[in-house]
C-alpha cells in the first residue's frame, strides 16, 4: 500500500483531488474515505429526497457543545458516504462572489484567476424551472416588498434580489456530486487510482517533518492498516474532521493536544480555530391552499439584501422552502403543520466565531464542535437576523401571497419586539450546514496553510476542504470547496512537475 498521492477523505474536494491527480497515469493515487460508497444507491443519488439524510446511517450527526446565546440542540450534518457533503445537501450552486475572493486577499485566489476553474467544474448546473406555483408568489412579493427576481451565477453578485436557484443535478433529479461527477465516470477504468472506502483515518504519519503517509482503520472496525506517500498526503476531510484528524497528528494549539494526551509535533493554534458557519432562522406559514407535493429538492428559491446601505455583497440570505420545517420549533411549543412554507433567513457574513477541539486522544470520538452562536461582542449577528426575520414577514404581507398566507406559526404574531424575537431565535435557530475555515490559509506565518495549501511546519501535507477559507463566503460554498478540490490538484502537480 504505497502511491504518489495519498487523498484521504472521499469528499467535495478530496474527490476532485483524487479524480485530477490520477488523471496523470504515471503517477498512483490512493483515496481513503471513512463512509460507504453511494455507487448505485438511490438514497444518495436521488436528490429529492436528501433530507431523509440528515440525522441518518450516512451523518457523523454532530451535536454542539451547549451555546450560550444559541441553539444547544442543534446537530452539525456532515456526511459519512463518498462525495461528502455533496452527496448529502441540496445541490444549491453558486460561484464564490468576487467580492468573497478579493477579501482573501491571496496570491493565486482571485475571481479572475479561479475562474477557469469554476468553468472547468461546471457541467450538469441547471436552473430549476418554476413550476412551484406558491414559490411564483414569493418571489412576486420579493419583488413587491422591494427585491427584485434576478438570475445567479452569471457573474456578477446579487446584491439584491432574489430568484430560482441554480443546482448541480442531471434532469432526471440525479445528484452531481463530486463523487457522481469525477469519480463514478472512471471507477475501474484508471489502474493508477484505488479508493478505499470504510477506512476510518486515525493518524497522518509523519517523520522528520515530512508526512509519510496515513493510518486508518479497516472495514472489519478491528485492524489498522497504514498506506504510504511517496510524493504528498492531501488532507480532505471537511472543516470539523480535518481539524480533528491534523490535532490527532500531533498539529494544532500545543496546550490542548497535551491536555488530551497527544504528542506535540507542531504548535499551530489555528487549527480548529476560527470555526464560521451560515447561522439560519425560521418564519414559518400554514398555506391557505395546497402545497406542492413534488419538488428538485423542496428548497428551490433564493433571497439576498443588504441590511445597511454600501454594502459590495448581502448580508442576508433566505432560502424558500415549500415544506414544514419544525426541527427545531416543536420542542418549544410552537405549532406545526403539514401544508406549509417558510422563509429561513441566514446571516451571511456573521461575526461570531467558534472551535473545533479533540473530545480524547481516541480518533472514534467526536470532536467538540462550538460555533458559539450569536456571541460576536457587537451584535451584529443578531441585527441581521432581526433584519432578516422582519424582512420575511414583509413580503409575505405582500398582495402576491395573500392566496398562500393562512396564519404565521412561528415565531408567530405575539413575537414583535426585538428581545421577544431574539428569544426566539436564540432557541430555535439552525445551521445552514456550512462549517469552514478551521484550518485557514493565508501570508503570515500564523496561518495553518500558506496560499498553495500547505500545512505549514510539515513538509509533504496540504489540506483541501471548507477549512482552508480565510472567510465563508457570502453564499451556499458547495462548489467554492470543488473549486478549491481543483486549485489543490494543479498546485500539486505543478509542484511536482517542476
Known amino acids: 500500500m504505497e502511491f504518489d498521492y495519498v487523498v484521504v477523505g472521499g469528499g467535495s474536494a478530496g474527490c476532485v483531488v483524487a479524480a485530477r491527480l490520477s488523471e496523470d497515469p504515471n503517477v498512483t493515487v490512493c483515496l481513503l474515505e471513512a463512509g460507504p460508497t453511494d455507487v448505485d444507491d438511490q438514497k444518495i443519488l436521488r436528490l429529492t429526497d ?28 456532515r456526511a459519512r458516504v463518498l462525495g461528502g457533503c455533496s452527496s448529502h445537501n441540496s445541490c444549491i450552486a453558486f460561484w464564490p462572489p468576487a467580492e468573497d ?5 491571496l496570491p493565486g485566489w482571485t475571481f479572475g484567476e479561479v475562474r477557469p476553474l469554476l468553468e472547468r467544474l461546471e457541467v450538469n448546473l441547471r436552473t430549476i424551472p418554476p413550476k412551484d406555483p406558491c414559490g411564483v408568489a414569493v418571489l412576486e412579493a420579493a ?13 456578477s453578485t446579487a446584491v ?30 484508471r489502474p493508477n487510482l484505488t479508493v478505499v472506502t470504510d477506512a476510518w483515518a486515525s493518524k497522518v504519519l509523519i517523520r522528520d517533518g515530512r508526512a509519510t503517509g496515513v493510518e486508518y482503520l479497516a472495514a472489519d472496525r ?5 498506506v504510504d506517500a511517496r510524493r504528498e498526503v492531501v488532507v480532505s476531510c471537511g472543516a470539523i474532521d480535518t481539524p480533528k484528524l491534523l490535532m ?19 504548535d499551530s493554534p489555528g487549527v480548529g480555530a476560527n470555526l464560521d458557519d451560515h447561522v439560519e432562522g425560521l418564519v414559518m406559514w400554514e398555506a391557505a391552499a395546497p402545497m406542492v407535493t413534488e419538488s428538485t429538492q423542496w428548497w428551490e428559491i433564493g433571497l439576498f439584501t443588504a441590511t445597511v446601505p454600501g454594502l459590495d455583497r448581502p448580508d442576508l440570505m433566505m432560502h424558500y422552502g415549500s415544506v414544514p420545517f419544525d426541527l427545531n420549533t416543536v420542542r418549544h411549543g410552537y405549532p406545526t403543520t403539514e401544508n406549509g412554507f417558510c422563509l429561513t433567513p441566514n446571516v ?30 457587537d451584535g451584529e449577528d443578531e441585527r441581521v437576523m ?40 436564540h432557541k430555535t435557530h439552525n445551521t445552514v450546514y456550512h462549517p469552514s475555515c478551521t484550518a485557514q490559509m493565508g501570508r503570515d506565518a500564523s496561518s495553518v496553510l500558506d496560499p498553495q495549501l500547505r500545512v505549514r511546519g510539515v513538509e509533504g501535507l496540504r489540506v483541501a476542504d471548507a477549512s482552508v477559507m480565510p472567510s465563508l463566503t457570502t453564499v451556499n460554498p458547495n462548489l467554492t470547496v470543488m473549486m478549491i478540490g481543483e486549485r489543490c490538484a494543479d498546485l500539486i502537480r505543478s509542484h511536482w512537475k517542476n
Open 386 to 425: 432581526l433584519a432578516g426575520l422582519r424582512l420575511a414577514r414583509t413580503i409575505a404581507a405582500q398582495p402576491a401571497l395573500a392566496g398562500w398566507v393562512a396564519r404565521e406559526l412561528a415565531p408567530g404574531p405575539d413575537a414583535v419586539t426585538d428581545d421577544e424575537l431574539l428569544d426566539y431565535v
Open 248 to 266: 490527532l497528528s500531533g498539529i494544532g494549539p500545543a496546550e490542548h493536544l497535551r491536555e488530551v494526551g497527544v504528542d506535540v509535533l507542531v
Open 348 to 377: 451571511t457574513r456573521g461575526r461570531s466565531r467558534g472551535t473545533v477541539r479533540l473530545r480524547s486522544r481516541d480518533f472514534r470520538d467526536k470532536a467538540r464542535v462550538d460555533p458559539r452562536y450569536f456571541t460576536d461582542p
Open 160 to 189: 439584491n434580489g432574489a430568484g430560482w436557484f441554480q443546482i448541480n443535478a442531471d434532469d432526471d433529479g440525479t445528484r452531481s456530486s463530486a463523487s457522481h461527477a469525477y469519480l463514478h465516470p472512471i471507477l475501474g477504468a
Open 50 to 77: 436528501w433530507m431523509f439524510l440528515l440525522e441518518s446511517g450516512y451523518d457523523w450527526d454532530y451535536l454542539v457543545e451547549p451555546q450560550e446565546r444559541g441553539n444547544s440542540f442543534l446537530r452539525h450534518s
Open 143 to 155: 419583488a413587491q416588498a422591494g427585491l427584485p427576481t434576478v438570475e445567479f451565477t452569471n457573474g
Open 101 to 105: 475572493l478579493a477579501a482573501w486577499d
Open 222 to 226: 478491528v485492524h489498522r492498516l497504514t
